[in-house]
């Protein structure tokens, strides 16, 4: 039982390239969510999937895109990265248990965008 | 609107003394509240949470958090800290709704780095 895992855990691209960073959860997870990490200010909801199949904006989703390819795996995607998407991105998963809502981070993915 | 304050950007302690983390919450109607750690480069973990009953929280490594809705404070404690504590801890907020509580509206505080000198 892996968690959450994220690839890959760091990356250097230039301003104008595109990637795909990539999240995975074998947790049987039904909402599965992207955040970006900034020095403080704490933890920023990009997009989220509340379900397979349905994906929602969250705080600041201006610039990326995500896609629920299937239960288990949700990839946020940068079209055209720019300087001002240097962070750290996590990814997180969690099952609704009752009213109980504990979410369930990955490592993180480091990205500098030159 | 909701939002979650922590006033500390840095909290020193020795090892063996108490530690205290603050936070203090706005959110209307009886917040669900989380406090999370992480370590360097690591992902987030969780800690506790209040949904309701007990003002008094206790939750892993031997951390505990008291929720004060009339002072709208969540403050996370340790009554002996540890220098393996060292981390960056993050208070979280959540409105309540009826019978559910989407993690979606989640609002994460700024972080708050703990410092244990032996």
């Known amino acids: 039982n892996a968690g959450v895992t994220q690839t890959p855990k760091f990356q250097v691209l230039k301003t104008g390239q595109s990637m795909t960073l990539q999240c995975a959860q074998d947790m049987n997870h039904n909402s599965m969510y992207w955040y970006r990490q900034d020095p403080g200010m704490g933890l920023r909801l990009i997009y989220y999937?509340?379900?397979?199949?349905?994906?929602d904006k969250g705080e600041v989703p201006n610039g990326y895109n995500v896609s629920r390819l299937n239960k288990r795996e949700f990839s946020l995607r940068l079209e055209s990265a720019a300087p001002s998407q240097t962070s750290v991105y996590f990814c997180?998963?969690?099952?609704?248990?009752?009213?109980?809502?504990?979410?369930?981070f990955g490592p993180g993915t480091r990205l500098l965008v030159l | 609107a909701q939002s979650v304050a922590q006033p500390e950007d840095q909290v020193n302690v020795a090892e063996g003394n108490p530690l205290t983390v603050k936070c203090t919450y706005s959110?209307?109607?009886?917040?669900?509240l989380f406090w999370y750690v992480q370590y360097p480069n690591r992902g987030l973990q969780f800690l506790l949470k209040?949904?309701?009953?007990?003002?008094l929280v206790k939750g892993s490594y031997g951390f505990e958090a008291e929720f004060n809705k009339s002072q709208t404070s969540f403050h996370l404690k340790k009554p002996s800290a540890l220098v393996s504590d060292s981390a960056l801890y993050f208070c979280a907020v959540s409105p309540p709704f009826p019978g559910y509580s989407s993690a979606s509206k989640i609002i994460f505080g700024s972080g708050t780095r703990l410092s244990i000198r032996p």
């Open positions: 959110v209307s109607g009886n917040p669900y």
């Open positions: 997180a998963s969690h099952s609704l248990a009752g009213i109980q809502e504990t979410q369930y």
């Open positions: 999937s509340a379900s397979e199949g349905t994906t």
């Open positions: 209040y949904i309701t009953g007990d003002n």
